[in-house]
């Protein structure tokens, strides 16, 4: 089961809640209690909407908990919207296309399950 987060509220920097909560999006991706899978470790994503016209994206085929390049964006990157997903593959392949959070224009959005 894919996991995901949503926050919007007053612009704080990433890493305070990816990973500063006891229960954040990425100690959940490595100890999961619930699902199918006990880690989330096929790719993540992270998207906002900052000063631009369009929304941010960074995403990895590197399980969230492991890549340290999101580590350090996130003690620098402020929103007051995030959305992020980590991924469990339920077959198909580990390739950045296949993670999320997607772009569309000024649109960010993520699924769970095939469409």
């Known amino acids: 089961m894919c996991r995901w987060l949503a926050y919007t509220g007053t612009a704080l920097l990433l890493e305070e809640i990816l990973y500063h909560p ?15 899978t006990t880690t989330n470790g ?9 000063e631009g016209d369009v929304p941010a994206l960074y995403k990895s085929t590197l ?15 402020r929103s007051g919207l995030f959305i992020a997903h980590v ?14 959070p997607f ?11 095939q469409i």
């Open 42 to 50: 096929d790719g993540f994503g992270v998207g906002w909407y900052g």
């Open 63 to 77: 399980p969230a908990w492991n890549d340290r390049n999101m580590r350090e964006l996130s003690g620098q990157v």
């Open 22 to 36: 006891t229960h954040s999006l990425i100690d959940q991706s490595l100890n999961s209690t619930l699902g199918v």
């Open 103 to 113: 772009r569309h224009g000024k649109w960010l959005w993520m699924h769970n399950g």
């Open 87 to 100: 991924r469990a593959s339920t077959g198909t392949p580990v390739q950045q296309t296949n993670c999320h």
